[in-house]
């Protein structure tokens, strides 16, 4: 596995991993721990063999009576073990360097995706990873085994080691937990992942695991766990054998010669009869699973790691979500799964070989029962065993609900999720396990062919780059609950999938029926010449009636996934793109109208998931040269009808869906034409997966990209990655042009439209069913019924961006006016909660940013929920769509200052301004100057409603973590902030961070006075459009000359800090006051795109502070000194004495490891 690993995208081991060589030392690293954990079920076999081999053989006690050393023999076994249980992992090592070589002969992947190998690397993974991690599953394996003598104690050992991973995992969900849930990771795998969460590229492709930091400490604790548990297994092993203690029965000397006749038997055979039986199987099986130890464990495991993970709540930056029975039903199945799934691998071989076992199987065969009863009754309480454990699993969620004063509690959803989910899951794995049990002519290679099924057939179809639902064991679509639209658009497919594999199931047990291992026949093959013989017709027509229902299923399955809705594997769409390109890149450059008026007709059809769109759109020819033609590149599966004037299609190409129209005569410049477009979209059956969530039953969200066709080349069909590109002889592609300072064509097309438009009118008529609200962009104009459905007008007020979305749902709507805009949030009924406090924060925001920024050129202000398929808010020209799953959800009854959803609305709210009154020309920088303004914007709204200003500190560290973290996942290069290519981690994160750092530098009128005059220089301009050196040019006149040094800095360079506070003493003075001395290490660090780290000299001004509490939230006495040296040292007198001395007490700056910024003060000796 770890060779497909190394040479095949196709096959990941622990994610991907980006800009980083396929053979790096963290690479290694990923693979090695997570291959540690599958490692664990071979430990078990290596552990428990070496405790009990002489035990179950039944040599222990002549053995012992031999002059055998005590530690001889226990550490002897113990470390044999260990040494045999760590070889398979070192396949991890020859894997990685077998594919390293054959790919350099095979060039099955570009070889500079690989780099040199490094002996520590090997070395370290050895001694920190794989020794340790053998060595505490095998102290705690070992010690089980000794002291129970069980092989299933020894295996839910193993378990134990899991489930503390897994509960330690938990931890994970919030960044002030990361140190604890890094030291109590037994497999170090998220200790690893934190220690190099803030790795660059260049970092993880060169640095070797160490033994030093948090990952030290983690291993060190672990290895002593499991020396203790070790150590006490050997003090508790002996060679001498304890006696049972029998106890003294009494006997009744009373003879009881009672005479009885026998009773006459007249025994029948008819259904009856079968039902009778086939209850008593399934009690006496049912039974034999609740009363197993085993069973008792694993179920124990489940509610301990259920327990676990819901005691962190859903959190959201820090807040708390309602405990909705959707979260339940996703925190039930994420975290019990895994173990209902072992239950019944494991409990499939004990009913099936239990009588065997306990050798009366030949006793319970010669009884007159037919096979398949006894069977079915197997299954079936093999069956309702998870069905048990999944009802008690919905009691917990229930009473956490309870618990959280959560009253809407859907029982509904609870048992709807578990019959379209888990139960046919269930049924399905339950059936293909039990099968192989009965075919398989041992319990343990039983286990084996069941366990090698679930892990390796998915990376046989991965490999094969096979996709298809109906060849991935219990596949499906996926569904997901949304209160706004049930269960979604992919329910009819599950269902149908759901049945295709139930019925493989039931296929399979009846086969497994007739080769029942009935006697003492064991082999097969005997087993199938038996059945030929004595298998009756009616079962055999039963079996056939199955199979041909099955087939039937099949072939409608296969009909709606595969001809009605065809899917492209990964790599056929990866091929798609990259032909395209050749084919039609010639075209890229080709001068085609702009869109400068539209007129759209809407009906939509939620509850058949159609629509239906004409549109008007008003093309003119604002370049200087004659377009004799026009390129559309169309919507894959609607039906588009155009009709242009003076122009007929003279190129239709259906596989790559691209159209060209020759125009007669040419468009000439500064011409205008209307093109009238008339396209439909009809859902036809299901696909393999949940197919399109944008239009849906309740809930329809779509923007005017999704329902028109794309004119001129679509650059977005064309493959991004650069290794991608490179396997398919494409030449490396640029995200974003470069930006320059120079006027060019590029100047003239915004990052948004790329050249198809600029600002336009908008105008709407769209109609729904009566149930619902249709929302189009601008002021609703009229609302009328006809014809049982309701139609709207709509009409924007302003110019606006050709980038705007379409809604329909059944709505709840809230309303508030203020200074003569109409602020609107339509909501669905389930999620009223929040509606006042959004009311409130739209409020808050135009209240700032037209005082800061300037006029809001919209009627309305409208939030508008959408079904949680995807978890974002966007805007949209005076429109905000916006995620059930975030701020409808969210808990803020204990929320009195600002929070998360106050943060996304106003961050929303900013686009309304920059974004959709200034817009970035197509190349470098472009983001910056709408999502890094926007989320600065955001954090002014924020601050200004914050009593405590460290309460700020809060939000920026989450900005921080995204873009530290964002940065160690680059796939090709960090750039500069004022350069950024879309780069989320840096127009979101860094780019948040850095203006509100510089606002707290410069001040905030300031930087706001800079952000107005840029506004008003292209507001609702049309091209050329500005750069992000336009925004700079109003900037720097802002900046005074002692700190020109952040423009430099912060925006045009890659800046980090590295501030140390060494040493925080005190001494109480004559006066009474305290004087306090400061050891202060400072540096700054310049990177290059690819993480390459230069310390440069400091002479930067930065805050020091103190805090007069350990929760760090009332600062005292801040002051901004400047640091021109890597070692200062300060002394000041303060009136009290603080508990602890921070630099940069705010964060601020971009500095990768914060917590050594903050001491506590102590008294100097």
Same mark, same amino acid.
């Given at each position: ?418 019959? @379209? ?411 009223? %909660? ?30 508008? %929920? ?118 989320? @981690? ?180």
């Amino acid at each position: 596995m770890e060779f497909f690993a190394t040479v095949s995208d196709n096959v990941q081991v622990g994610g991907a991993i980006g800009n980083v060589y396929r053979n790096s030392p963290y690479t290694i690293t990923i693979h090695v721990t997570v291959f540690c954990i599958f490692s664990l079920l071979m430990a078990v076999a290596f552990f428990n063999n070496a405790a009990l081999r002489d035990h179950n053989n039944e040599f222990n006690e002549i053995l012992f009576t031999t002059p055998l050393s005590k530690p001889g023999y226990f550490f002897g076994r113990f470390f044999g073990a260990l040494l045999v249980s760590t070889l398979p992992l070192l396949g991890v090592f020859i894997g990685m360097l077998l594919g390293t070589y054959m790919n350099s002969i095979f060039g099955w992947m570009d070889t500079e995706r690989f780099g040199d190998f490094y002996l520590e690397t090997f070395i370290n993974n050895y001694l920190l990873f794989i020794l340790p991690n053998m060595f505490l599953a095998g102290s705690v394996i070992f010690a089980m085994a000794n002291k129970w003598k069980s092989t299933v104690i020894s295996f839910v050992g193993g378990l134990v080691i899991i489930v503390a991973y897994i509960v330690s995992g938990s931890l994970m969900s919030d960044v002030d937990n990361e140190t604890m849930a890094a030291l109590s990771d037994v497999f170090g795998i998220n200790t690893y992942a934190i220690e190099t969460k803030y790795f660059t590229p260049i970092e993880k492709n060169t640095i070797s695991p160490g033994f030093n930091g948090v990952l030290f400490w983690n291993r060190f604790i672990w290895m002593s766990v499991g020396i203790v548990v070790l150590m006490l297994s050997y003090f508790s092993f002996s060679f001498k054998t304890k006696n049972k203690k029998v106890k003294n029965q009494k006997v009744s000397k009373t003879t009881n010669e009672t005479v009885f006749d026998r009773p006459k038997v007249n025994p029948t055979y008819n259904v009856s009869a079968n039902w009778v039986q086939f209850k008593s199987f399934f009690y006496t099986n049912f039974l034999s699973i609740v009363k197993s130890v085993t069973f008792k464990i694993l179920f124990l495991f489940c509610i301990i790691i259920l327990v676990a993970d819901l005691s962190g709540g859903f959190e959201y930056f820090g807040l708390q979500s309602y405990p909705l029975t959707y979260k339940l039903m996703d925190s039930i199945k994420d975290n019990t799964n895994i173990f209902t799934i072992i239950i019944l691998i494991f409990f499939s071989g004990e009913l099936i070989w239990r009588d065997r076992d306990s050798k009366i199987n030949e006793v319970v065969d010669a009884t007159a029962h037919t096979s398949f009863i006894s069977l079915a009754a197997k299954a079936l309480s093999l069956v309702g065993i998870t069905v048990i454990l999944n009802l008690f699993f919905i009691l917990i969620g229930i009473v956490y609900q309870l618990l959280h004063g959560f009253s809407r509690i859907e029982l509904d959803v609870y048992f709807l999720d578990l019959v @379209y989910e888990n139960l046919p899951l269930y049924i399905v794995f339950g059936g293909i396990m039990i099968t192989i049990q009965v075919l398989s002519s041992n319990k343990y290679i039983g286990y084996f062919i069941s366990v090698l099924v679930l892990l390796v057939w998915d990376i046989i179809l991965s490999i094969f780059d096979i996709s298809s639902n109906m060849l991935s064991i219990g596949g499906g679509a996926s569904i997901m609950y949304s209160d706004m639209n049930a269960f979604g658009p992919g329910l009819t497919s599950k269902l149908w999938f759901n049945l295709y594999w139930v019925l493989i199931s039931v296929l399979g047990l009846l086969i497994a029926g007739a080769l029942w291992n009935r006697g003492t026949k064991n082999s097969l093959w005997s087993r199938i010449k038996t059945a030929r013989k004595e298998v009756p017709k009616s079962y055999r027509g039963f079996i056939a009636l199955t199979f041909i229902v099955w087939l039937g299923v099949a072939g409608f399955v296969y009909y709606n996934t595969q001809v009605l809705n065809p899917y492209r594997s990964s790599d056929t769409t990866e091929q798609l793109m990259a032909d395209f390109e050749k084919k039609y890149n010639k075209y890229k450059k080709a001068v085609h109208p702009k869109v400068t008026d539209a007129k759209y007709y809407i009906d939509i059809f939620p509850n058949k998931r159609d629509i239906h769109v004409k549109a008007a759109i008003e093309l003119t020819n604002e370049s200087s040269q004659v377009i004799d033609s026009l390129h559309f590149f169309n919507n894959d599966g609607w039906d588009t009808k155009l009709n242009i004037p003076n122009a007929k299609p003279v190129y239709k190409d259906t596989t790559y869906l691209y159209t060209i129209y020759k125009l007669t005569p040419p468009l000439q410049p500064g011409d205008t034409i209307v093109m009238n477009i008339d396209n439909k979209f009809i859902t036809k059956g299901f696909e393999n997966g949940r197919g399109a969530t944008n239009i849906i039953k309740n809930g329809t969200f779509f923007n005017n990209g999704d329902i028109l066709p794309t004119m001129g080349y679509n650059e977005s069909y064309e493959l991004s990655d650069n290794n991608t590109r490179k396997k398919y002889d494409l030449e490396p592609k640029e995200r974003t042009p470069e930006l320059t300072s120079e006027l060019s064509e590029l100047h003239n097309r915004n990052y948004l439209n790329n050249g198809q438009s600029d600002f336009i009118n908008v105008e709407t008529y769209i109609s729904t069913i009566k149930e619902q609200t249709a929302i189009a962009p601008g002021s609703l104009i009229k609302k009328w019924e006809e014809n049982g459905r309701n139609h709207y007008h709509y009409k924007t007020d302003t110019p606006s961006l050709n980038f705007y979305s379409f809604m329909s749902a059944d709505y709840e709507i809230k309303t508030r006016k203020w200074n003569g805009i109409d602020i609107e949030v339509y909501y669905d009924e389930n999620h009223p %909660e929040n509606v006042d406090m959004m009311l409130d924060a739209v409020e808050r925001s135009l209240a700032y940013y037209i005082e800061n920024f300037g006029p809001y050129f919209h009627k309305q202000c409208r939030i508008i %929920e959408f079904p949680r398929y995807d978890s974002f808010a966007q805007a949209f020209p005076g429109t905000m769509p916006y995620s059930e799953a975030i701020g409808f959800v969210v808990n803020l009854e204990d929320e009195t200052e600002n929070n998360v959803v106050d943060a996304v609305i106003a961050h929303e709210m900013g686009h309304q301004w920059w974004a959709h009154q200034v817009i970035g020309a197509n190349m470098q920088g472009g983001t910056m100057m709408s999502e890094a303004f926007s989320e600065y914007s955001s954090l002014m709204t924020l601050k200004g409603m914050t009593e405590n200003p460290m309460k700020m500190r809060e939000f920026l560290k989450y900005n921080h973590d995204r873009y530290l973290r964002g940065r160690s996942g680059e796939r090709e290069k960090e750039l500069p902030l004022y350069k950024v290519e879309n780069q989320g @981690y840096i127009h979101y994160g860094k780019g948040s961070v850095i203006l509100y750092a510089l606002q707290d530098y410069i001040g905030e009128d300031k930087v706001n006075l800079a952000m107005k005059s840029f506004l008003e220089e292209y507001r609702y301009k049309k091209p050329p459009y500005p750069t992000s050196l336009d925004f700079l040019r109003h900037l720097e006149p802002q900046v005074p000359d002692s700190l020109n040094y952040v423009i430099t800095d912060w925006f045009k360079e890659i800046t980090l800090y590295d501030n140390r506070l060494k040493e925080a003493n005190y001494k109480v003075l004559d006066n009474g006051k305290y004087e306090v001395t400061l050891e202060i290490e400072s540096s700054k660090i310049k990177s290059d795109s690819l993480g390459n780290e230069t310390q440069t000299a400091i002479n930067d001004w930065i805050d020091v502070g103190f805090f007069m509490d350990d929760a760090e939230e009332r600062l005292y006495s801040q002051k901004r000194m400047m640091f021109n040296k890597a070692n200062t040292s300060i002394t000041v007198q303060l009136d009290s004495l603080p508990v602890k001395a921070a630099i940069d007490p705010r964060h601020i700056l971009i500095d990768r490891v914060y917590n050594d910024n903050i001491k506590s003060i102590s008294l100097e000796e």
